[in-house]
């Protein structure tokens, strides 16, 4: 009389890899899945990212160059000026204006302190209420956020 096994190797054998194949494979779909809806969900001007207040000031403004966080910034010819959003010129920059500065090292110095760049994009607020604005909306974040919390914890406890 022949007996039955349940556990034929070469069954298990590719039961094994069928498992592995589904474990890598699945959840690398989802995964991919998530990240781009967070990508998109996550991006924001740089006047709202998390301490928008502490964007540092321009020191002073000259025909062909800034001082910017103490560095020395010479205009590109091709520099791309933005303020509050909207494209504008060199000459509309101001000191004390919050800002991003996009740069290339134009000389080196005996060390990193005294290198100069070469500015090609800078990013100006000429609104300073910029702390106001980003508690206003931290605030309206934590409300929204407290909103769905207590929208999950009442749809876990009807499940209970």
């Known amino acids: 009389m022949k007996s039955h096994t349940y556990f034929n190797p070469g069954f298990l054998s590719r039961l094994f890899c069928v498992v592995i194949i589904a474990t890598l494979c699945l959840p690398t779909g989802l995964d991919a899945k998530n990240n781009n809806k967070n990508k ?22 000259k025909k062909d160059s800034i001082v910017f966080n103490g560095k020395i910034y010479y205009f590109a010819d091709n520099i791309k000026v933005f303020i509050n959003g909207e494209e504008g010129t060199t000459g509309q920059l101001r000191a004390g204006m ?17 290198n100069t760049y070469i500015a090609t994009r800078i990013t100006a607020r000429v609104d300073n209420k910029l702390a106001e604005k980003a508690r206003a909306a931290n605030k309206k974040a934590a409300d ?15 499940r209970r």
């Open 40 to 61: 998109n969900k996550n991006k924001q001007p740089a006047s709202k990212k998390g301490a928008a207040s502490e964007l540092p000031k321009i020191n002073s403004v």
């Open 144 to 158: 929204a956020a407290k909103k769905q919390n207590q929208k999950n914890n009442k749809k876990n406890n009807k």
């Open 98 to 114: 919050q800002a991003l500065v996009s740069a290339r090292i134009h000389t080196y110095g005996k060390d990193g302190a005294d």
